[in-house]
DNA sequence: ATATTTTTTTAGCCTAGACTAAAAATAAGT
DNA sequence: ACTTATTTTTAGTCTAGGCTAAAAAAATAT
């Protein structure tokens, strides 16, 4: 059984592995807003129980059980997002923080009935995958809008960021998951796009928010 | 805002307040199961932010906001068995532990979600009122079943103690409130009871279960 | 009224998990 | 290659909230 401060190290290190599954320290620090010292005093811990590999001055990888405990409390975020949103009536801009500290309840039964109520979802509501009993994750390869190219369409599959500021920006514009979109301009300058959309709708995206629009 | 500890000590004063309001501090240990000086320190934090009366070597009392602020609490928890039980389908002897964490949840749109899902209920599962949103608790005024004489009739209303095992005692003799029951023989001896209801079934129950059952 | 038991307080210690400040190792720039 | 900047580690503090053991007060029994 882990404490919050350690199921949050793992969440961060879970969000943070890479392509080859490096997490340099100074990253999980800014993730969490602990100082570094804090970081490595938890990555020993971490270590001693088998959660990660560490070595001094090196960045840190998980284990097989590590990324498997990681998962597992993701997979109660997720599904608790999904239940906010399905069967509450919460905006998917609201349910992050709310879903943040219900994730470290210990209580098997209350997500398991979470799941067969969602009839077993298989992404939460912006669109990330929800982790299996055993951890695994269903691997999806999306990619970000601002790859695609002029006249290429593309739907709207899922978020990079859940903050409530992005997502409500995302709102107002009525760009929803499943929304398809029509790439009509790239300026070549700053990499921003002209999309259409739904009746007619345009907008200009920032090159930063098409890089974090995951679409197929 | 207050820490989980805080929290669970505000709960304790609130169950454990007698009818002139004084709370010993032995209880409060047995209660949470923490020693009688844990106690002591925390009911001294406790005087300093205003939450009891305190002083040496006598018991202690909630001042008007701490009742308040432990009521909420309450709130949080029978709103939350409330909806276990009534929008996930869990047996009224499960939901008590998971209600146990879910209260220190720190998200009203949470709670008051939940209130209006269930149509502002005012009685937990456990026939416990609920305190409303400024922490005020509905006063009803149960006897228990033992206070009962042969021939009378009494409708279950509430149960005294939520442990699952007695819970799942009164589920299996269908003793559910709402169930009306009929006093047919009080043993002198020992106070138990033989109790008639529904299609002819009868029990004995004993002394202390009968206590533990408020009736109207 | 005194002796005994129970309850409460005090004093000091421990752990988790933060912090600061300084030292050491690595990485980057010229 | 050497200097500078960045990242990581070490060492020592702090707070919340437990603990034990001994001392003091209150309650109970003789």
Known sequence: MYSVAEENYLKSLFNLAN????????????????????????????????????????????????????ALIVRKHRLTEMYLVEKMGFGWEKVHTIAEQIEHIHAPDLFDKMDEILGFPTVDPHGSPIPDKDGNIMEVQHKSLSECEIGEKATLMAVRQSSSDFLNYLNVRKLYLGQTVEVKEIEPFDGSMKIIYGTDQTEILSKKVCDMLLVR
């Open 19 to 70: 392509e080859d599954d490096l997490i340099h320290l100074k990253h999980i620090g800014e993730w969490l807003d602990v100082k570094m010292s804090s970081v490595t005093n938890m990555m020993k811990r971490f270590a001693d129980k088998g959660l990660v590999h560490y070595e001094n001055y090196k960045p840190v990888r998980l284990t097989d059980r590590g990324k498997r405990e990681a």
